[in-house]
């Protein structure tokens, strides 16, 4: 069985600074891993998604997410912050199936 | 780009009654599935389907039944609502590949009162 665990459910930082979002799985399979972002009234959009081959993953908006099969983790960062980068953020796993496995969710609030 | 289209924004419903929520894509996914999203529980899944008249259980389906009549389709049912239900429903739907992005609806935002 799959499972998602997203560290911290609020994170607060100033605009112009890093963002790491911390998000760690479970899987007795090679993993598929997703970051989805959800701004308020709407529903989730894809940021970016880890496969197989290259384990930094660029996303749009200028967020990436490294996979380290080691530490079970995939954690999403943006050297940046944009106060349009304020959302609710969630990590996702699947293995070998269409189901995904969603995180609890990091709202993400950026400060001027 | 892939639509998916909630039917209601916000819907408002008594205890007892029987809930639809219809959701519709114009981008002929094989697969659709409805979530609920609760704060602190992040998304959970109630039901998925594959194909036409095809549906399985998810993680949550007690007290939820779904239709899937035509591809572009799907509607999630209440069969009698209760105060527990009250929850954003997020539909999905996406190709039939194992990685493939799941694209979400705007919600609906149900009150069960």
């Known amino acids: 069985a799959q499972s998602v665990t997203q560290l911290g459910s609020h994170v607060s930082v100033s605009e112009g600074a890093l963002v790491l979002l911390r998000c760690n799985y479970s899987?007795?399979?090679?993993?598929?891993l997703f970051w989805y972002v959800q701004y308020p009234n709407q529903g989730l959009q894809l940021l970016l998604k880890?496969?197989?081959?290259?384990?930094l993953v660029k996303g749009i908006n200028g967020f990436e997410a490294e996979f380290k099969k080691s530490e079970t983790s995939f954690h999403l960062t943006k050297p940046s912050a944009h106060m349009s980068d304020a959302a609710e953020y969630f990590c996702a796993v699947s293995a070998y199936t269409d189901k995904l496995i969603f995180g609890t969710g990091t709202r993400l609030q950026v400060f001027p | 780009d892939v639509k998916v289209t909630q039917s209601s924004r916000y819907l408002v419903k008594r205890t007892g009654e029987k809930v639809f929520l219809e959701c519709v894509q114009d981008m002929d996914h094989e697969n659709m599935f409805w979530y609920r999203q609760d704060p602190g529980l992040g998304l959970r899944l109630i039901y998925f389907?594959?194909?036409?008249?095809?549906?399985e259980k998810g993680d949550i389906p007690e007290g939820y039944s779904v239709s899937r009549e035509k591809k572009e389709r799907f509607s999630l049912i209440l069969e009698s609502a209760s105060t527990n239900q009250t929850s954003m429903y997020l539909c999905a739907s996406s190709l039939v590949r194992i990685n493939s992005p799941l694209h979400f609806g705007n919600g609906t935002r149900l009150t069960v009162t």
């Open positions: 389907s594959y194909d036409v008249k095809m549906k």
């Open positions: 899987s007795s399979v090679p993993p598929y």
């Open positions: 880890y496969t197989t081959g290259a384990t």
